[in-house]
């Protein structure tokens, strides 16, 4: 049972307009939120993060909104680039040592 | 340059033959993990250390051993390695609650 989805494996979007890729969690313990990028053959690395007492946050192109009430976050990359083709990761985390992720979404940005 | 090295990047071996995957990490982090990563699964956490001998399961250790001697290695090891081992392997650490994981290259493991 996967406490933190997302339902989206992949997504196209053009170059320029909006990206935005969705994320759902059932463990409503979950405090701090976080997105993580990779690129083929590397690990990942951290995005941007957002803890519960927000409900948005935003560093550059990318911002992340976090709906409690639905158990929801979307991250939302504006404008989108060719550099940003990668799979995305969303994760929480309830205490000091758990961290769970998605399965990732794949964006391809097409020029 | 601050990082986590992960050695080997490529295994292939047979089922049975014991190995080991060596982390080390220059950060200084209490935490450090690992995690394997699979299509459709993500990323799931094998084990994790909170501190020098302080290890703990994640949630799929079943097959793996790790331990914590020093604080910046945490070195993965499989004993008898089976084909559902198969996977991409990532290190990882952190300084702290509330702040992110750096991760490793990763480690391409196949058992045959």
């Known amino acids: 049972d996967q406490q933190v989805k997302q339902n989206s494996p992949s997504l196209s979007v053009q170059e320029g307009r909006i990206s935005i890729l969705n994320c759902d969690y059932t463990n409503s313990m979950f405090d701090y939120f976080l997105w993580y990028k990779k690129y083929p053959a590397e690990g990942p690395t951290f995005l941007i993060s957002i803890s519960s007492i927000k409900d948005k946050n935003e560093d550059g192109r990318f911002t992340v909104f976090l709906n409690k009430s639905a158990k929801h976050l979307s991250l939302h990359i504006v404008p989108s680039q060719p550099g940003d083709s990668a799979v995305y990761f969303c994760?929480?985390?309830?205490?000091?040592?758990?961290?769970?992720f998605g399965p990732g979404t794949s964006l391809s940005v097409i020029p | 340059e601050a990082q986590v090295t992960q050695n080997p990047r490529y295994l292939i071996t047979v089922t049975g033959k014991k190995l080991t995957v060596t982390c080390s990490q220059n950060?200084?982090?209490?935490?450090m993990s690992w995690y394997r990563q699979d299509p459709g699964l993500g990323l799931r956490q094998i084990y994790y250390s909170m501190n020098v001998e302080v290890t703990d399961k994640g949630d799929v250790p079943e097959g793996y051993k790790v331990s914590r001697k020093e604080k910046r290695n945490f070195p993965l090891i499989l004993e008898s390695p089976s084909p559902n081992q198969t996977s991409l392997y990532f290190c990882?650490?952190?300084?702290?609650?509330?702040?992110?994981?750096?991760f490793g290259n990763g480690t391409r493991l196949t058992v045959t």
């Open positions: 990882a650490s952190k300084s702290g609650r509330d702040s992110p994981l750096h």
């Open positions: 950060m200084n982090h209490e935490y």
């Open positions: 994760a929480a985390e309830t205490s000091y040592d758990k961290v769970i």
